[in-house]
C-alpha cells in the first residue's frame, strides 16, 4: 500500500518564541537559523522538525481565539530515546540546568524503563527515557 502521509513535524505555540529556542537548543541541542524576525521558527535534531508558533500569530492567521493549558500541558508530550539509563539522569539534569521545570524525577518503571518528565517554558511535557541499562 503506498504511503500517503509521513509524520515529520511537531508544532508548538509559544507565549515567547525567543524563551522556547533558547530553552530548546541549550537543554536538547536544536538548531535553527532563525533570525529573531520571522513569526515561526523551524528547529533541527536530526530528523525531528519542531516548528514554533507565537499563539496569538497563529489565531490571527485561521482567525479563531484558543483556550491554553495552564501550568504542565499534560495533552501530550515530547519524547526522546537516549541509550542507557545514566544518560536518563544526566540529560534529566541538563535540561533542569538549561530551564526546564521537573515533573518527574529519573524513576526506572516496572516496565524496564528508566524515566523522566520536565516541561518547557509552555508547559509542554517532554520524556527523556530509556530501555537500556
Known amino acids: 500500500m503506498k504511503e500517503r ?24 541541542g536544536f538548531t535553527t537559523d532563525w533570525d ?5 521558527v523551524e528547529m533541527m ?3 525531528m522538525r519542531i516548528i514554533l508558533f507565537p499563539r496569538d500569530a497563529f489565531e490571527q492567521m485561521v482567525a479563531r481565539k484558543f483556550q491554553y493549558p495552564e501550568g504542565f500541558n499534560g495533552t501530550m508530550e515530547l519524547a ?15 535540561a533542569l540546568s538549561n530551564g526546564a521545570a521537573s515533573v518527574l524525577s529519573p524513576t526506572t518503571e516496572p516496565w524496564g524503563q528508566r ?6 517554558p509552555d508547559g ?9 541499562k
Open 115 to 120: 524515566t523522566c518528565y520536565v516541561a518547557d
Open 36 to 40: 529573531g524576525i520571522q513569526s515561526n
Open 5 to 28: 502521509f509521513k509524520f515529520n513535524t511537531v508544532g508548538l505555540f509559544t507565549r515567547d518564541n525567543k524563551a522556547t529556542v533558547e530553552f530548546y537548543t541549550k537543554a536538547f
Open 124 to 132: 509542554n511535557l517532554i520524556e527523556i527515557g530509556s530501555f537500556t
Open 45 to 47: 535534531l536530526g530528523d
Open 80 to 94: 526522546f530515546d537516549v541509550p542507557t539509563f545514566a544518560d536518563v539522569d544526566k540529560e534529566y539534569q541538563h
